[in-house]
């Protein structure tokens, strides 16, 4: 089933189903490698828990949390978060 | 530029680019080493670092332009970068690949090699991807892709001749393995690609020996810069009706925008030259960047962590640079001491001594600090804690309507506004830049710092650093709420993502900090050089004449009487009291006279003002020769008060005088003004470059000058009514 990344926990495993921002947004996350099929880890939570930290296969990215409401996502294996 | 027509030394030139964080700018160090000019392109005030090296017979020229993610030019950097890469002149460029991370940094190559450009790849940091066990066969992956790759360390240099010499072998036409490979993006969209380029072709659109291919799938993108560019051309119309309706029909088909679905086919391209050619390790996914982030970016310790550094960066900067400070002082007494004994009393020795010297001496002992200072800002963003730093603020710092990148341009701003100004341009959205650029000028740079040494270390000795860091407090806490308060009125509406990379933890090399280092104490001495050095003349000028025989005259006969009857007296006790009234008569003589020169009568202009803030025409003075540069008010003040022809322990007199003239409360009141007031003229000409657009820049200059003051009000009165006066 299919939610927004900014739902995820600390530690999610999860797949991009589809990115839903528009036009420079999107862009921005496509040049940093968001894309459908790609899986990512929630790493953190910034300390106010805004902004969050995800791993994109080894590169460190860094979104606001209302900035990850589009991305959807779907979990990819069992969650070992907190 | 690029071949240019002496047929005897060939000369090649070369365009650096690269993600940002893929240590281009370590391998361009290694290249040209402290051998570099730091330029603007185009009308724009980004960076763009130029450097020459001679080898083999050749001169080759290298330009290190902004760091990039990809061509769809996003931030101004990146337009900037792109510009370049299109427009500059360039024989061969030289992507730069972060060989850790393949797979985003291959998504710029591969729109590179759609360029149609020569091209050579730099697998940089090689040996992290050896040692994490990841297998390349780059000989095969050379062959799909078309282009050299070559392999290098930037940090020791290792691979940097190769890659040079590649690069040299491309630039001559004469490297074996060079041919073009496109990524195929589907029957749908290449007919799309076909069909926009061939109408291109029609309206003779110039491609400046780019394929037609690649501008026909920025239009496919909606790519506003190229969408501008063909607008602007004869007959654009049937292209754009035509970008308009394959948009709409692409759209329709696959359900998803084109630039999407041409991002995805790169990515595909990508992957599929990696599975064949990469054969990865299993990944450790607790690497030691993951652990320190673990610690720095912590709920509890982040912050304390944060403050810890902050004070490390203050304590280096001002504890550590008072020892090469003193040097510099006592170095510049000497001179003027040595100069004024060795030459006649004239009108030229004292422009020599008090103007020249005087002020650009002032002026240079402050010179450590602010290298220690770029040397520990360097080391912040070499190890990547500067993106932390943004990371953890980027809460705080949206509540002000502002980036958490904004706090790295306000963090340079103790430093000095120009670069803070500058460093604005990271941020993507022009709101985002013009409300930080509006309150950067609110922090205290280092060109404050002088006033503030010598009003606290005047009126409160035994708090001087108290004073000063609750200063520094202050001047974040009032850019923090001018921020919020323009938020709120003047930029109300959307703001701009803020999606970032977080690059790994570092270890920072002593080269890059110490080139950086000596970047910004070159600019901060070709600001004293040139402004300050004119400006001290002018001051000096202004403050001398006109020349006033009368008044000179009738002091001279006063003085002279008192001398006479110095010689004539006996008793030690009245000879201790007419020296006293000596000294006395020829402060009043020199006070006297300044009244009534050009800077007095400035000085007196503007002093019902600044009256009910205490201060007098001298500070009225000092404050507006600050805005040439904000270090010169304690030179002015220099001027002012210190009697000519008396070059001791300059501080210590001025210090003095300005202790008679002035109650510890009026000193406040005007360290709080010159925290706030109008930034200087080299930072005021930045922030119009930068905003590009006047009606700000006078906002800027207005709302500073109004701020300072009421602050400055409240600061005298509420003292006065406190009981402090």
């Given at each position: ?8 926990r ?29 899986e ?36 990819t294996s069992?969650?070992h978060?907190? | ?7 005897l ?8 680019t ?11 160090n ?28 050749a001169k ?10 990809s061509?769809?030019a996003?931030t101004?950097e990146e337009?900037?970068a ?25 998504y ?8 149609g ?6 697998f ?6 050896t ?16 282009v050299?790759?070559c ?5 020791t ?7 040079l ?44 020996g780019i394929?037609?291919?690649w ?22 119309e ?13 759209e329709a ?12 086919k ?8 990696m ?19 673990g ?7 982040a ?7 902050m ?10 640079g008072?020892?090469?400070?003193e ?9 003027s001491?040595?100069l ?20 650009v001496?002032?002026?240079?002992v ?16 070499d ?7 943004a ?5 705080m710092?949206?509540?002000i ?16 506004n120009?670069?803070?100004i ?10 985002d830049?013009?409300?930080?650029i509006l ?8 060109a404050?710092?002088p ?10 000795p035994?708090?001087?650093g108290?004073?000063?860091?609750m200063?520094y407090?202050?001047s974040?806490?009032?850019?923090f709420f001018?921020g919020?308060l ?10 701009f993502p ?10 920072p090399t002593?080269k890059?900090?110490?080139?950086h ?11 004293m ?9 002018v ?8 020349v006033?025989?009368e008044?000179?005259?009738q002091?001279?006969q006063?003085?002279?009487?008192l ?7 006996y008793?030690?006790s009245?000879?201790?009291?007419l020296s006293?009234?000596?000294e ?10 300044m ?19 205490g201060?007098?025409?001298?500070m ?12 010169v008010?304690v030179?002015t ?13 300059e ?12 109650t ?6 005007f360290?709080?003004?010159?925290m ?6 080299v930072a ?7 905003v ?10 207005g709302?500073q ?11 005298r ?5 406190l009981?402090f006066?």
């Amino acid at each position: 089933m299919d939610t927004p990344l900014s739902l995820c926990r600390e530690g999610d495993r999860v797949t991009i189903k589809k990115l839903t921002g528009h036009g420079g947004f999107k862009k921005r996350l496509l040049d940093l490698g968001f894309r459908k099929g790609k899986e990512l880890t929630v790493v953190r939570y910034a300390p106010l828990r805004d902004p969050m930290e995800v791993d994109l296969s080894g590169s460190h990215i860094s979104l606001r949390v209302e900035e990850a409401d589009h991305i959807e996502v779907t979990p990819t294996s069992e969650t070992h978060g907190k | 530029m690029a071949n240019n027509q002496v047929p005897l030394t060939d000369s090649y030139t070369f365009a650096l680019t690269g993600n940002p964080n893929c240590g281009k700018t370590s391998i361009f160090n290694e290249i040209t080493g402290a051998n570099q000019k730091v330029g603007n392109w185009g009308g724009v005030t980004v960076d763009v670092k130029t450097g020459s090296i001679r080898r083999t017979g050749a001169k080759l020229y290298f330009t290190d332009i902004p760091g990039t993610y990809s061509l769809s030019a996003y931030t101004m950097e990146e337009i900037v970068a792109r510009d370049y890469i299109i427009n500059g002149n360039t024989d061969v460029i030289i992507d730069v690949v972060d060989s850790t991370n393949l797979e985003r940094n291959l998504y710029l190559a591969i729109q590179l090699l759609e360029l149609g450009k020569p091209l050579v790849l730099a697998f940089n940091m090689y040996d992290e991807l050896t040692r994490s066990g990841t297998r390349v066969d780059t000989e095969q992956l050379s062959h799909l892709l078309g282009v050299p790759i070559c392999f290098t360390v930037g940090r020791t240099g290792k691979g940097i001749d190769t890659l040079l010499d590649t690069a040299v072998q491309v630039a001559k036409d004469s490297y074996p393995t060079q041919h073009s490979v496109n990524v195929q993006y589907g029957p749908e969209l290449e007919e799309a690609i076909e069909k926009l380029s061939s109408l291109l072709d029609q309206i003779d659109f110039d491609r400046r020996g780019i394929e037609m291919r690649w501008y026909a799938l920025k239009l496919l993108e909606a790519d506003e810069v190229i969408t501008k560019q063909v607008q602007e051309l004869s007959g654009s119309e049937a292209v754009l009706s035509e970008q308009q309706a394959q948009m709409e029909r692409i759209e329709a088909l696959y359900h998803e925008d084109a630039a999407t679905l041409i991002s995805e086919k790169r990515y595909g391209f990508i992957l599929g030259a990696m599975g064949e050619t990469v054969k990865r390790a299993p990944v450790d996914r607790i690497g030691l960047s993951e652990k320190i982030d673990g610690i720095m970016t912590n709920r509890f310790l982040a912050y304390p962590i944060f403050a810890a550094f902050m004070w490390l960066l203050f304590q280096a900067t001002f504890t550590l640079g008072a020892y090469p400070m003193e040097w510099f002082e006592s170095g510049v007494a000497w001179l003027s001491e040595t100069l004024q004994a060795a030459m006649n009393p004239s009108m030229f020795r004292s422009l020599l001594v008090d103007g020249i010297i005087g002020g650009v001496g002032g002026v240079l002992v402050f010179l450590p600090n602010i290298l220690i200072l770029f040397f520990g800002i360097s080391i912040l963003e070499d190890t990547g804690y500067m993106a932390r730093i943004a990371f953890i603020m980027d809460k705080m710092m949206h509540r002000i309507g502002l980036h958490g990148k904004s706090f790295i341009p306000l963090i340079m701003g103790i430093g000095c506004n120009v670069p803070a100004i500058m460093a604005a341009r990271t941020l993507e959205s022009n709101r985002d830049r013009i409300l930080t650029i509006l309150i950067a000028p609110l922090i205290s740079c280092s060109a404050r710092l002088p006033v503030y040494i010598l009003f606290a270390g005047t009126f409160f000795p035994r708090n001087a650093g108290n004073i000063i860091f609750m200063l520094y407090f202050f001047s974040f806490f009032f850019a923090f709420f001018m921020g919020f308060l323009f938020k709120k009125s003047l930029f109300k509406g959307e703001e701009f993502p803020f999606v970032m990379e977080l690059p790994p933890y570092r270890v920072p090399t002593l080269k890059s900090a110490l080139i950086h280092m000596w970047e910004k104490g070159k600019h901060y001495l070709q600001k004293m050089g040139g402004v300050v050095l004119i400006f001290s003349i002018v001051i000096w000028f202004l403050s001398n004449f006109p020349v006033q025989t009368e008044v000179t005259q009738q002091y001279d006969q006063q003085i002279n009487n008192l001398e006479t009857r110095i010689a004539q007296t006996y008793s030690e006790s009245s000879e201790e009291k007419l020296s006293y009234e000596l000294e006395e008569l020829r402060t009043e003589k020199h006070r006297e006279i300044m009244k009534n020169t050009y800077i007095g009568k400035s000085g007196r202009l503007i002093e019902p003002v600044l009256r009910p803030l205490g201060f007098d025409w001298r500070m009225g003075v000092s404050l507006i020769t600050g805005f040439i540069a904000k270090e010169v008010v304690v030179s002015t003040l220099g001027v002012l008060f210190t009697v000519g022809g008396e070059a001791d322990e300059e501080s210590q007199v001025l210090q003095n005088a300005l202790r008679r003239a002035y109650t510890p409360l009026t000193g406040l009141a005007f360290l709080f003004f010159v925290m706030l007031y109008t930034p200087c003229i080299v930072a005021l000409v930045t922030l119009v470059r930068e905003v590009q657009s006047w009606k700000w820049s006078l906002f800027s200059l207005g709302y500073q000058i109004a701020l300072a003051w009421t602050i400055a009000f409240l600061v005298r009165w509420g003292g006065i009514v406190l009981g402090f006066a």
